[in-house]
């Protein structure tokens, strides 16, 4: 298994609290890797790590070989990781089409391919095409969901971070964005990092994941393994979330 991300004794405290604590895995090309844990158990300031957004007080992110640790996000996004906002973020005055050009036509970003073609591809596959002229503001949670999909896939990374994608959706909405993240993960060959609280979707569709809690890594490994891990099931008491 190839190696693609690896992140070494990272840690990042806000004031007092150790949000991320001395936490090392290893992201393999090709895989789903489901990071998941309680709330406020670190996954976002992980991903904000990673992706260049904060630096980290200790500890280091090598991808491909490289340590990539503190580089400014935009660089780090060049290299060819994209992650997607739990708060989702648009241009609301501005078309939804415009909405993922920008990140993919940035005078500092990457180019292979033509941005509209991958723009227009990217909302024929998320089925925001018919929304291609509407100001993003007008969209429903679950299409701007989709519209953080059409901009990571957009930008043809290798990696992506994907920060709680089914947070509010309904089931079925659950549903189709699975098949997406299939698609992007087989058909693209996209490795991917899906955060989540929930443990049931994971268990769909990682091949393996991180637990963490209180911004420590307490387990690692297969998801059927980490629902009878005893540390898991103590950090999850009483949330349900095995449901
Ligand atoms: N910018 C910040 N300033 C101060 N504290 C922060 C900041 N970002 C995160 N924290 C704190 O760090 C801890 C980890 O937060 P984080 O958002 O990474 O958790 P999370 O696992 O993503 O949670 P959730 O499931 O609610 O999204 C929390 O205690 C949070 O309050
Ligand atoms: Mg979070």
Avoid: C
């Avoid at 079925?172 to 098949?179: A, L």
């Avoid at 993240?181 to 693209?188: A, W």
Wanted: charged letters at 25%; zero cysteines; aromatic letters at 6%.
């Amino acid at each position: 298994m190839e190696e693609i991300l690896r992140v070494e004794g990272l840690s990042k405290s806000f004031g007092g609290i150790e949000a991320v604590k001395d936490v090392s895995f290893s992201v393999y090309r090709g895989e789903v890797l489901g990071l998941i844990g309680p709330n406020g158990s670190g996954k976002t300031t992980l991903v904000n790590l990673v992706t260049g957004l904060i630096k980290p007080d200790s500890g280091k992110v090598v991808y491909k070989g490289e340590d990539i640790t503190g580089l400014k996000p935009h660089v780090i996004a060049n290299k060819g990781i994209a992650r997607t906002f739990q708060q989702t973020k648009h241009f609301p005055y501005l078309p939804t089409i415009a909405n993922v050009l920008v990140p993919s036509m940035s005078p500092r970003g990457r180019r292979d391919g033509s941005p509209l073609e991958k723009a227009l591809e990217s909302l024929v596959f998320t089925g925001l095409l018919a929304e291609a002229d509407v100001p993003a503001g007008r969209l429903t949670h679950y299409q701007l969901k989709l519209l953080e999909l059409a901009r990571v896939m957009a930008l043809s990374p290798e990696l992506v971070f994907l920060d709680e994608v089914f947070g509010g959706l309904s089931p079925s909405e659950i549903e189709k964005v699975m098949e997406l993240l299939e698609y992007l993960n087989k058909g693209r060959g996209m490795t991917l990092v899906v955060i989540e609280h929930k443990l049931r979707y994971l268990m769909r569709m990682a091949d393996r994941v991180v637990v963490l809690s209180y911004g420590r890594k307490i387990f690692e490994g297969k998801p059927e393994e980490a629902v009878k891990h005893k540390e898991v099931i103590e950090a999850y008491l009483g949330r349900g979330v095995f449901t």
